[in-house]
């Protein structure tokens, strides 16, 4: 499902997006970060966080942040969901001109948010589809978040171990020496994007349960004309689970299977 989004008249500077499952390990440096970085930005803003059933402490820590945050918007949806769904419902009712979507976990240095917008005019593009920080571990250790299409042999590649010949299949040489670049794709973890672009390429494929709901978009970005940016000049740290890539035979890991297999039919990309 990528309908088109129902558009909110846009009279705040930005909205965040996030999801939360069972995030209780992440969600308060997540949610502390975000909002003191928004509160000394000067922007006009919104925090719109969608829970996805969390049976830890998750929904306890949201109740405290919106019991004393007058821009925190809390939907707890009881069941896990998915990226997707949970992840349009804040589109549709976001009132940000520019919409970040962040994972909970993720943390976000002071400055960020006010750097990211203001590269919307230092990239020398009108058709800035999404923008993409560089994506650092909690340790510093460089992300590698932006990358080419997968393919089928990327993905036996990632399977078995292949690193080189990964790496010479799906990595963009830009990325890897920290230039501002466009590139085929960038995770979902970070980005940041006009909210009048879902307007014309729609929302979120809601077919697609968890991944690579990211690629799929961006695929509809650039047959739209839009053009995905990685930005390294603003970092943001990740403390990715990485769990499909764990456990690529769990229930995540097939679903993450059959997403794959639909973006591969849908965009004719299951061999390059």
């Known amino acids: 499902m990528e309908e088109r989004g129902e558009v909110n008249n846009s009279d705040l500077d930005i909205s965040i997006i996030s999801l939360t499952w069972n995030s209780e390990k992440y969600v308060k440096k997540f949610l502390d970060s975000i909002l003191e970085d928004l509160k000394e930005s000067g922007l006009s803003y919104e925090v719109i966080i969608i829970d996805n059933g969390s049976k830890d402490s998750t929904l306890k ?31 549709r009712i976001a009132r940000g001109k520019y919409i970040g979507i962040l994972d909970s976990d993720t943390m976000v240095p002071k400055g ?23 994506l650092v571990y909690p340790d510093g250790t460089f992300q590698e978040s932006a990358r080419r299409f997968p393919t089928f042999w990327i993905k036996v590649a ?27 794709y960038a995770i979902s973890a970070a980005w940041f994007l006009k909210r009048s672009v879902f307007d014309e390429v729609g929302l979120l494929d809601e077919k697609i349960f968890y991944a690579p709901e990211d690629a799929e978009f961006c695929a509809r970005l650039w047959r739209k004309g839009y053009e995905v940016w990685y930005y390294p000049k603003v970092t943001i740290i990740h403390d990715a689970q990485r769990i499909t890539k764990k ?16 973006f591969w039919v849908k965009h004719h990309r299951i061999l390059s």
């Not at 918007?73 to 969901?81: A, E, Q, R, S, V």
């Not at 679903?255 to 794959?260: A, F, K, T």
Request: glycine share 8%.
């Open 61 to 91: 820590i949201l109740e405290e942040y919106r019991s004393r945050e007058p821009n925190f918007i809390y939907i707890p949806l009881g069941k896990n969901t998915g990226t997707t769904f949970s992840r349009n419902i804040g589109i």
């Open 112 to 134: 960020t948010i006010k750097k990211i917008i203001d590269a919307f005019q230092e990239i020398p593009s009108n058709r800035i589809g999404i923008i993409h920080p560089k």
């Open 158 to 184: 990632r399977l078995m171990g292949w690193e080189r010949i990964r790496k010479k299949l799906e990595s963009i040489e830009e990325v890897l020496n920290e230039k501002i670049t466009t590139v085929d």
């Open 247 to 262: 456990k690529p035979f769990s229930k995540l890991g097939i679903l993450h299977i059959l997403g794959l297999l639909r």
